[in-house]
């Protein structure tokens, strides 16, 4: 089954659009949890136990990880494996490189970290993404126009009638020839949104943004769904795992992504 | 001392522009060091103790140590420390993320790794760059023309009366307010490099692509060094470090690393 079939089936049995970001900084854990052996793991696993009922998708960002050198690639591995299967994992990494490079990557993040799905930067081409593509059932997300303030500067650059980000979205078109391609654009562009939904009727958009970064989450919906109400995917991260710096994380991280699921799915219901 | 100054210095010094790039395929070290406690170490122990004075930088690509896990991680650590103070490091990681999260990548690699530069993706725009060039010791190579088929894809769009890769080097140009920022321009686009050395004619300029990739030497040279013969720095990887697959590897790469040293001074002698 494609990546993006599965990901359909699993957004329809957990009636679910909402991926929580598991961008875990060591320096907000709750005081209570530093004394775990593994803190960090231990406030992934409780994130996870109270929420993976509301969920698609878990994204953890690499970057946050890596930051905590050896031993947080460890705790990432060891997060991954507490992930249910009836949700997709997102590694979001944001690789790019040549050929022969971006082969190791899809290695190490999809067979050694088993990730079901990636994000990749589009800027080297095809040929760096390729690699992630060959196995149907592993999934891209491809950034495409992000949620932050840079990506005026060059995303949205004209080229003839068309942006930067529209020749992506053309290009990941073509490439989709596994039906395991999709799109990253911010909440922060609902009319882009809006657009890039129109070309790409059936491919998943990865919609980060909401939260923080002030993106809206009725025009996400809105917007990014396909005409089933499916294959957009809501993140939010900080906005939900830092919910409380307390003894109740867990319990305040389920009660905000409960109440985005009830917003995506009453926005949801509004549109039939 | 800003990064870019440093590099100048450590040029002239060694007297190389030669940048050997550290990317250590598991499955390609000679058979005799399988049996080492830490074969991809042992490798690169020997390839650096080889080739120490004959290069200006070694630049690992993470691609291949994630792809090793934890461990490869611990070896690309292990192999930082082995490389002399008198050349510069080069974290080969294309990173490019939200402002925030750039900001764990720039810790992972400069703080935690200790590189002294890294490579990092434009295509998020300012604020996934910026938190690398914070500190000027520490530089930063931003992707321009890259040396693969897929720079054709998107690099090369046209935009009014420029392409992206120079739009990119016009917008690292404003950013290198420190004189810490250089481009990353493939020895596979000879043309192009003479002409963004033109634009930016004090920043560094690494340069793959020669080789394997089938990019030209002299013209890299020619075309990438800036008026006093430095700042441009040629990456070799493969040729080098697989030389030989026998138990003569790093007396190879030495052979191959001095051959191409050698050539690189005689370019450099006939342009003055």
Request: hydrophobic share 40%; charged share 25%.
């Amino acid at each position: 089954m494609s990546f993006t079939q599965r990901l359909r089936e699993i957004q329809s049995k957990q009636n679910s659009l909402l991926c929580i970001g598991l961008d875990v900084d060591a320096d907000k854990i709750p005081p209570h949890l530093q004394s775990a052996e593994n803190p960090v793991l231990e406030f992934n696993r409780q994130i996870i136990e109270a929420t993976r009922d509301l969920v698609c998708a878990y994204k953890p960002n690499l970057a946050f990880y890596e930051a905590m050198g050896e031993r947080g690639l460890a705790s990432l591995r060891e997060t991954l494996k507490l992930i249910p299967k009836n949700v997709v994992t997102i590694g979001d990494a944001k690789r790019g490189d040549i050929g022969n490079t971006a082969e190791r990557y899809a290695r190490s993040l999809f067979d050694d970290f088993g990730f079901d799905s990636v994000t990749v930067n589009p800027y080297m081409g095809f040929d760096s993404v390729e690699p992630f593509l060959k196995n149907p059932d592993k999934g891209v997300f491809l950034l495409t126009l992000t949620s932050n303030p840079g990506s005026k500067d060059f995303q949205r650059l004209k080229i003839g009638t068309k942006l930067l980000y529209e020749k992506v979205v053309q290009a990941a078109k073509k490439w989709n020839t596994n039906q395991n391609l999709g799109l990253v654009v911010g909440a922060t562009h609902p009319r882009e949104l809006k657009a890039v939904r129109k070309i790409v009727p059936d491919m998943p958009i990865l919609i980060p943004g909401i939260g923080k970064q002030g993106g809206d989450l009725k025009s996400a919906i809105r917007f990014g769904c396909d005409s089933h109400g499916q294959l957009a995917l809501i993140n939010a991260s900080r906005s939900i795992i830092y919910a409380s710096s307390g003894k109740d994380f867990a319990e305040a991280a389920r009660a905000e992504a409960g109440r985005m699921l009830k917003k995506i799915r009453q926005y949801l219901e509004a549109m039939c």
